[in-house]
């Protein structure tokens, strides 16, 4: 059971937008750190897709986009495309744990 | 660029040991902590612990205290992960990642699949 929760699939169409749902608790987002979002394609290493809540790295498209809400945060892909079709973790610090804490992943299926 | 490559495929018994190594490349080793996180096959990631390459410092996660052992050989930039007493359920792939000042990963090495099996 992850210290974070994300919803286990998500699907759309090409073209169509899809976001996904992390929510944590007073330990860790809600405590003001950061959320933080990985992209996982089969047989790769994780790769950093937003950090700091709402940044970019270079090389990410701005199809990507995160935002942070109290406890919570939303990763939200626009103009869905096949290359899209992974997995998706968000991460962050917990104070209790005094480690990283991560979501339990979402699978991004592009219909 | 910064660069993390990791050790090969292990195949180990139960109550084994295993030790995973990252050699890091394009930035300064002693900078950064570097964290091991693994994935069951099928799941999600768990992260495991990490080192201060600076001073040789550590911090675990609860579930591996004990079992788990972090270091770095400063002189050629890599830092190991040895999990012992290993039982089946670590099956997994290992991962290292450098961690950035907001703590997440901003690069991972490619991963070692260690797998235990009698």
């Given at each position: 059971q992850s210290v974070l929760t994300q919803p286990p699939s998500v699907s759309g169409a090409p073209g169509q937008r899809v976001t996904i749902s992390c929510t944590g608790s007073s330990s860790n987002i809600g405590a003001g750190y950061g959320a933080h979002w990985y992209q996982q394609l089969p047989g790769t290493a994780p790769k950093v897709l937003i950090f700091d809540n709402n940044i970019r790295p270079s090389g990410v498209p701005d199809r990507f986009s995160a935002s942070k809400s109290g406890s919570s945060a939303s990763l939200a892909i626009t103009g869905l495309r096949a290359e899209d079709e992974a997995h998706y973790y968000c991460q962050s610090y917990d104070t209790r744990l005094s480690g990283w804490v991560f979501g339990g992943g979402t699978k991004l299926t592009v219909l | 660029q910064v660069q993390l490559v990791q050790s090969g495929a292990e195949v180990k018994k139960p109550g084994a040991s295993v030790k995973v190594s990252c050699k890091a490349s394009g930035?300064?080793?002693?900078g950064y902590y570097l964290h091991w996180v693994r994935q069951a096959p099928g799941q999600g990631l768990e992260w495991m612990g990490w080192i201060?390459?600076?001073?040789g410092a550590t911090h675990f996660a609860q579930k591996f205290q004990g079992r788990v052992t972090m270091t770095r050989d400063t002189s050629i930039n890599t830092g190991y992960m040895e999990l012992s007493?290993?039982?089946?359920?670590?099956t997994a792939v290992y991962y290292c990642a450098r961690e950035r000042d907001s703590d997440y990963g901003d690069s991972w090495g490619q991963g070692a699949l260690v797998t235990v099996s009698s």
């Open positions: - | 930035y300064t080793f002693t201060n390459p600076k001073s007493r290993l039982r089946y359920d670590d």
